[in-house]
Nanobody, 124 residues
């Protein structure tokens, strides 16, 4: 059973930074990892994804240039560095593991394991 545990969320002022981490217990070999978020009253949305190799990444337009996804396969950990945070970035952030290998999916229905989420709140 794969377990994903996020950490690093919190309260930050607009313009500030946070770094989220997602540690996987096992089973990330060959798998892309993604970050998604869900704000109150809204649908869950894609934020960023990174290929197993780390050489390819994808970002939502709303976070391009501000967020950076990375991974350390030796530690089974994926990161999301969030800079220049805005109040509209407030949400619960989830990491997820791709359900297939050697791909880089952007849709949440292509991910099979999810973390419990970590709250990010950006005050204005």
């Amino acid at each position: 059973q794969v377990q994903l545990v996020e950490s690093g969320g919190g309260l930050v002022q607009a313009g500030g930074s946070l770094r989220l981490s997602c540690a996987a217990s096992v089973g990330t070999f060959g798998r892309a990892m993604g970050w998604f978020r869900q704000a109150p009253g809204k649908e869950r949305e894609f934020v960023a994804a990174i290929h197993w190799s780390g050489s390819s990444t994808q970002y939502a337009d709303s976070v391009k240039g501000r967020f950076t996804i990375s991974r350390d396969n030796a530690k089974n950990t994926v990161y999301l560095q969030m800079n220049s945070l805005k109040p509209e970035d407030t949400a619960v952030y989830y990491c997820a593991r791709s359900g297939s290998i050697w791909t880089l999916p952007l849709s949440d229905n292509e991910y099979d394991y999810w973390g419990q989420g970590t709250q990010v709140t950006v005050s204005s």
